[in-house]
């Protein structure tokens, strides 16, 4: 049976939570019209006067939304809202707010800046690294001379301190590593840098490792390091998912204006300048893709790349994150190497697909036959392990959830309407995704959101906030916008603090932009 949004209403009592996104007052459902066009305006106002995953351009080379990702998941839905936006009401008021923000982000690429990734190279995309990238600290002996590399794989690196104390021993010593964000401890006594001791330090280590901090190390020469208190910190990378995260918007622009003569008149040449930039950013990740011998696209973490799991496959969504750009880019410019991508990287994520009872797609996190999804062990040597900083790892087979899942049906649907990939039944059965395995009420009755895209648990009020980004499967099944909806009139999230800040969640200007996109298909 399909529920309408006034059934959703109707079972949920008509009680309204607050916010976890604010400490305003609950509103009744009525105060707020989440598929109101200004609703989308006001708040969008407001992300303008500042806050997290606003661009900025340092005099000093540093920029937080760049270390956090921020720009990625956060300004990059303000660009998808407003395309949205004017797909939805083919008002050019949304191009022009587009363009602002867009030169505000190109303007603080990694080249742009003149700052470098951890191979050195400055290039036209966005670092990241504290909280995602490994964590090291160099320890010296008595005359500052480099002796040992102690690497962290775990996330939070930084909030890692790393002391260092004589051994019991002489030639010994003592490193104890305590992870603040984590509640994490490791200990080892008594190292040696001897590599002849059974004590070796890099040789126990090894021997210790995940671990819980995930930790490794590398000699560096021989020496003792002298005792003392120590940071842990991080090296940045260009991740794949984070550029086609900011781009996907950028190229969707090129997109409408290269099909359309009256915007063509308009936006040629900045629809010229972003197609360069959105081309230089994808073409920084080329060296990580690959293809499978059946033909099925996905990227990996190069070996060596200061990553958790440096030397496997990249989860299903971050491959299909610069997905979305690509499918943009073989639309805007025809191109046949793009085109080629975007059907290999389909060719993957429909092989991932498993059908359940319900005539539904499942599938998982990790690719399936992948080396995370598997698992795999130490080879006795960094030099033929699969990772350098996690030796052995997984198996690791948990559904996607349904934040991440988003990015996939994203592609999915954009690659669909390129004809690059997938059927009519796919998308169909992507959209029973949402309304038999995503969707549900609450022991209360009141419209609910389960986690993953299997139907396990029910998410709090944080994971219901993301549900319109599966907007895209509404044209095959309604009912996704009418469950998005009555989720955001039960939860109530807005961007106000005291009702005058904006908190800056950019991710909830794209929700109600898709909710504004999506009424078109209610009856």
Not at 10 to 35: C, E, Q, R
Not at 334 to 363: N, P, S, T
Not at 426 to 444: F, G, H, I, K
Request: hydrophobic share 40%.
């Amino acid at each position: 049976m399909q529920l309408t949004r006034r059934d959703f209403l109707k079972v949920s009592g008509g009680v309204v939570a607050a916010s976890a996104l604010s400490t305003a007052p609950a509103f009744a459902a009525a105060d707020i019209d989440y598929a109101a066009r200004t609703t989308f305006d006001d708040w969008d106002r407001l992300f303008q006067q500042g806050g997290p995953g606003q661009p900025d351009q340092p005099n000093d080379n540093t920029n937080a939304d760049g270390r956090s990702g921020m720009l990625a998941w956060s300004q990059s839905y303000v660009l998808l809202g407003l395309v949205r936006m004017y797909e939805t009401y083919r008002d050019t008021y949304y191009l022009d707010r587009l363009i602002d923000n867009v030169d505000q982000v190109l303007s603080v690429r990694d080249s742009q800046r003149g700052v470098t990734d951890y191979r050195g190279l400055s290039l036209p995309a966005w670092r990241a690294d504290h909280p995602y990238t490994t964590g090291y600290t160099t320890l010296a002996d008595s005359n500052g001379h480099a002796v040992l590399e102690l690497r962290q794989a775990l996330p939070y690196a930084e909030d890692t301190r790393v002391t260092v104390t004589a051994g019991s021993r002489p030639e010994t010593f003592t490193v104890k590593l305590v992870n603040s964000q984590v509640n994490r401890t490791v200990t080892h006594t008594d190292l040696s840098m001897d590599p002849a001791s059974p004590d070796y330090a890099v040789s126990r280590i090894y021997a210790a490792a995940p671990g819980p901090l995930q930790l490794t190390a590398r000699a560096v020469s021989q020496g003792v390091p002298v005792p003392g208190e120590f940071p842990m910190l991080t090296k940045p990378v260009i991740f794949a998912v984070h550029t086609g995260m900011i781009t996907y918007p950028i190229a969707s622009f090129v997109r409408l204006v290269c099909g359309s003569p009256v915007l063509q008149r308009r936006y040629r040449t900045k629809a010229a300048e972003y197609l360069t930039a959105c081309r230089e950013a994808v073409a920084v990740h080329d060296w990580e893709y690959r293809e499978t011998a059946a033909g099925g696209g996905y990227l990996i973490w190069p070996k060596e790349q200061p990553l958790a799991y440096d030397g496997c496959e990249q989860p299903i969504n971050q491959s299909l994150g610069l997905g979305q750009t690509l499918v943009e880019l073989a639309l805007a410019t025809g191109d046949r190497e793009y085109r080629r991508k975007v059907a290999a990287l389909a060719k993957m994520f429909a092989g991932q697909l498993a059908v359940d009872a319900g005539d539904a797609y499942q599938w998982r996190y990790w690719p399936m036959g992948g080396k995370v999804y598997d698992g795999f062990v130490k080879t006795g040597s960094p030099d033929t392990d699969i990772s350098i900083f996690t030796p052995s790892g997984g198996p690791a087979r948990q559904f996607e959830d349904i934040s991440h899942g988003a990015i996939d049906v994203e592609f999915a649907v954009r690659a669909f309407r390129a004809r690059l990939g997938f059927t009519g039944a796919d998308m169909a059965r992507l959209a029973r995704t949402y309304t038999q395995n995503v969707a549900a009420t609450d022991p209360d009755g009141h419209p609910a959101i389960h986690t993953t895209v299997a139907g396990t648990t029910l998410g709090a009020a944080s994971v219901a906030h993301q549900a319109p980004r599966w907007m895209q499967a509404t044209p095959w099944d309604p009912a996704v916008h009418t469950h998005c909806l009555a989720l955001y009139d039960r939860y109530q999230p807005t961007p106000e603090r005291d009702g005058q800040q904006a908190i800056g969640f950019g991710w909830l200007l794209a929700n109600v932009a898709y909710l504004n996109w999506g009424a078109k298909y209610i009856g």
